[in-house]
């Protein structure tokens, strides 16, 4: 039997990988909106592989942090990108021409329902994914840290 889900996921990952490419190689000309939202790339290494792994992310700047939610569309599991930041946080962001060292964590329970309303009136889409899923979806904060 085949996976129902497989089509559409083969699709964004093969997005993902061309948004990535397109927002690096204009230097953030393209690809730093995606639908007038503000986007960001994620660079971190793969908890499993160890290797380099980058992530076009819809963000919200929370002064002088970016927020980014581990939604996965509303699956039941979080995205790797999620599992390679518990496993190690230091990580890389690129805003735009920006590319920067940052530490990732996980917002805490009352940071995260303060947040999760920015996020939401931010991209609607983010309550549509919570609502397919049983599981709580993660806020993660980028914070800038010393090179």
């Not at 690809?31 to 790339?41: E, H, I, R, S, V």
Request: hydrophobic share 35%; charged share 25%.
């Amino acid at each position: 039997m085949s996976d129902p889900n497989a089509r559409r996921r083969r699709w964004i990952q093969w997005f993902g990988r061309f948004h990535a490419w397109a927002y690096e190689k204009t230097d953030g000309r393209w690809g730093a909106t995606l639908q007038g939202l503000p986007m960001l790339l994620l660079y971190s290494v793969g908890y499993k592989s160890g290797q380099p792994r980058t992530t076009p992310l819809l963000t919200l700047r929370e002064g002088d942090d970016w927020l980014i939610v581990a939604s996965f569309y509303g699956a039941p599991g979080h995205p790797a990108w999620y599992r390679n930041l518990q496993a190690k946080p230091d990580c890389e962001v690129r805003v735009g021409r920006e590319r920067f060292p940052a530490r990732a964590r996980t917002a805490n329970p009352e940071e995260r329902a303060r947040l999760w309303t920015k996020l939401v009136a931010h991209y609607p889409g983010y309550a549509d994914y919570q609502a397919r899923t049983d599981r709580e979806i993660p806020v993660v904060v980028l914070s800038r840290r010393d090179a």
